[in-house]
């Protein structure tokens, strides 16, 4: 392809693509599907790899992550992050009010019902970010730190699809807007769901998750995160906007994700309204607030009334309580996982609480039991506050009755009666009998058969247990000795039924070796990290060879994982488990076409990487590097044979390399050694 015909592809590409992502998840009104989506955006991908020229740090393809952040570099706020004072009743809010009436010179209860306009908003529950624009374009995203300076996020943030790279509309040139990170309840209860079945600890509440979320230094994970984000308010020396509730019109407008739940109101009396009303409300939206917003709209007045040392006067929050009940404690349960975790929780007698009957509590572990010194028939007070299953948050000690017995937590297993045990440093206990422990074998199972391991959408749960309890399904090997004459004279299974569970387990012995990898159920290797894994070691039988170090090699494997991944090799259950699949005829090793994807060019380099780049990321430089055959190494050393170095590379390395003599590269030198 011509260059001025790419360059040109890649701009109309790069527009369709925030054009759709707009249309997806602001508007909420997609006009393409998925498919096609992803077939612009592969394009987009592949047009910048040939000419990586016109590739752009701002691409809507470095959405999808794979920037690293070695440290979130700390950088001062133009305008300080402040906080704001808060509320908790109705005579605050008219205090509030009085204050600015006062602070306006406005006199209060005048015959004419004088009033002063303001804007309610949601207080979102996640992380404050300030993100600057120059020319439409975003230049960087800082969280909030002190307030006076925070950390730069700016390649975790590219990876939040709410948040425009691109203006839609330029209609104001340098600028900065502030608003909320999140996640949202569904995405925070799937990946809760996916780190239950890892065996990893759940995040306690969404803001958490949130947070936790903006930190991670892999961007690639960031965006699997499915970050949102909320802006509500815009700073600049130079508006013409009189409002605040006009300004965040114009945000909209540019492409800014911005709440429709906003409202502009003409009396404290509605902001009243708005609060009561949303005091209920709050329960239905698919995010969590914790309270409220009240902004003074008109921008003259705001500047009027100023800032105290901590927070502007024209503004303030208003805080819901978390809603608080006692109820009687009935009895304790424990769980067993797929990974032999045990959870106790609570079953409570039902009260109401935040519009639902709560019936169960967790407890999470033996510890939070110690602590609570919870006891059969005690009151205890629970509360609903950012996490879903309410919080037992104390125990009514004037309700305790005298004979009551202290809660010794179990010794053994509740399903199989196994002695539990409990690593130092985790806070669960465990059952050791993963091959046996009913829950342990039907989870794993389940977890094998899943949508992203095996697919094997016509083995479902209740088959499952089907067969467990017929003997005929004890472990995931298993799977693929049934038979059709095993199946059929099951309750319920039709000859339809029958075939079309052979034909799903048949269909399974294609299923890539990533997949595989991730459906044998290494404790704490996930999706991800099981490709980052198939990709690096290509078979199986490599894979068991590594020593720790090795291991720890591979990108995205950190100690937990290495461990895990050593123990379970070691395993000899686990080694007739997998002699079993690899007889089935399970892919143990990558596809030709995903080996010879590359080339041998880099056999016997390594590179070490140091500075930063313009047209392509550390991360896919190192891919590139290791797609070549070649390998990274973050130690320059005489066994060096490039360093690769972009701008600020750290004058140690460049002194080291200089002097052993290392051969020192460019971004282009590297491509032109490539190709
Ligand atoms: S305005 C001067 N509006 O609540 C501070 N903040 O202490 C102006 N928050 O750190 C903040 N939703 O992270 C504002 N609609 C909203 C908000 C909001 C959530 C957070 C923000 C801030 C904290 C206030």
Redesign the pocket.
């Known amino acids: 392809m011509d260059k001025i015909v790419a360059e040109n592809r890649i701009n109309f590409l790069s527009d369709e693509l925030n054009k759709h992502n707009h249309n997806y998840y602001l508007l909420d009104n997609p006009t393409i599907s998925d498919f096609e989506f992803d077939k612009l955006l592969e394009e987009l991908i592949s047009l910048e790899k040939q000419f990586p020229e016109f590739y752009s740090t701002r691409s809507p393809s470095q959405r999808i992550g794979g920037g690293l952040t070695k440290e979130f570099k700390s950088v001062k706020h133009i305008y300080p992050?402040?906080?704001?004072s808060n509320s908790y009743d109705t005579s605050d809010l008219i205090d509030f009010d009085r204050r600015v009436q006062e602070g306006l010179g406005i006199q209060a209860n005048d015959l004419f019902g004088s009033s002063v306009q303001y804007v309610c908003?949601?207080?979102?529950d996640g992380l404050?970010i300030g993100l600057t624009y120059k020319d439409g374009n975003l230049v960087q995203a800082i969280t909030?730190g002190d307030g006076m300076q925070g950390d730069d996020v700016t390649t975790n943030a590219i990876t939040i699809k709410s948040i425009p790279l691109k203006l839609k509309e330029i209609l104001l040139p340098d600028f900065e807007i502030?608003g909320?990170i999140f996640m949202s309840r569904p995405v925070f209860n799937q990946l809760n769901k996916e780190r239950e079945a890892l065996g990893d600890a759940l995040l306690a509440n969404p803001r958490n998750a949130a947070s936790g979320s903006m930190k991670i230094q892999n961007s690639a994970v960031v965006a699997s995160r499915k970050l949102d984000c909320f802006l509500?308010?815009i700073l600049t020396n130079n508006s013409s906007f009189k409002t605040h509730f006009e300004g965040l019109d114009s945000a909209k407008k540019m492409g800014f994700k911005i709440s429709p739940h906003t409202k502009l109101v003409d009396n404290i009396q509605q902001v009243i309204e708005f609060i009561e009303y949303w005091n209920v409300e709050r329960f239905n939206l698919p995010f969590d607030i914790d309270g409220i917003?009240i902004k003074v709209n008109n921008y003259k007045q705001q500047l009027q009334l100023g800032f105290t040392a901590k927070?502007?006067r024209w503004?303030i929050?208003y805080k819901y309580k978390a809603e608080q009940v006692s109820t009687q404690l009935v009895s304790i349960a424990y769980q067993v996982g797929r990974t032999g975790a045990i959870t106790p929780v609570a079953n409570l007698a039902p009260i109401a609480l935040g519009g639902t009957t709560v019936k169960r509590a967790s407890l999470h572990n033996a510890d939070i039991i110690e602590k609570l010194d919870v006891r059969l028939g005690d009151f205890v007070f629970i509360e609903k506050g950012g996490e879903i299953i309410p919080k037992i948050i104390g125990v009514d000690i004037t309700k305790r009755k005298p004979d009551s017995i202290k809660t010794i937590y179990i010794t053994h297993c509740p399903e199989c009666n196994s002695k539990l045990y409990r690593n130092e440093g985790e806070a669960n206990h465990f059952c050791p009998n993963d091959l046996e422990c009913p829950p342990q074998v039907k989870g794993k199972i389940e977890h094998f058969v899943s949508r992203k391991a095996m697919n094997i959408d016509s083995l479902g749960g209740e088959t499952i247990v089907q067969l467990y309890n017929a003997k005929i399904l004890n472990n995931i090997a298993d799977i693929y000795t049934i038979s059709k004459e095993q199946l059929l004279p099951l309750e319920r299974m039709a000859e339809k039924s029958a075939t079309n569970l052979i034909a799903g387990i048949e269909a399974s012995k294609k299923v890539p070796f990533e997949r595989v990898l991730y459906a044998i159920g290494i404790r704490h290797v996930g999706e991800t990290t099981a490709k980052k894994i198939a990709k690096k070691v290509k078979t199986l039988s490599n894979l068991i060879q590594l020593n720790k170090e090795e291991l720890l090699a591979i990108d995205e494997v950190g100690e937990t994982i290495a461990d895990s991944i050593l123990s379970f090799f070691v395993d000899y259950k686990n080694q007739q488990l997998l002699q079993r699949l690899n007889n089935a005829g399970l892919q143990f090793e990558l596809s030709d076409e995903q080996k010879e994807a590359g080339s041998n060019k880099f056999i016997g380099f390594t590179f070490v990487i140091s500075g930063v780049f313009n047209k392509y990321s550390r991360d896919q430089l190192k891919e590139l590097i290791e797609l070549n055959g070649g390998k990274n190494s973050t130690s320059i050393s005489s066994k060096t044979s490039y360093v690769l170095a972009g701008e600020n590379m750290g004058p140690e390395k460049l002194k080291k390399a200089q002097s052993l003599g290392v051969k020192i590269i460019s971004e282009n030198d590297f491509l032109a050694l490539l190709n």
């Open positions: 992050m402040l906080s704001l908003e949601l207080k979102f404050s909030r502030r909320e509500y308010s917003v927070s502007p503004a929050a």
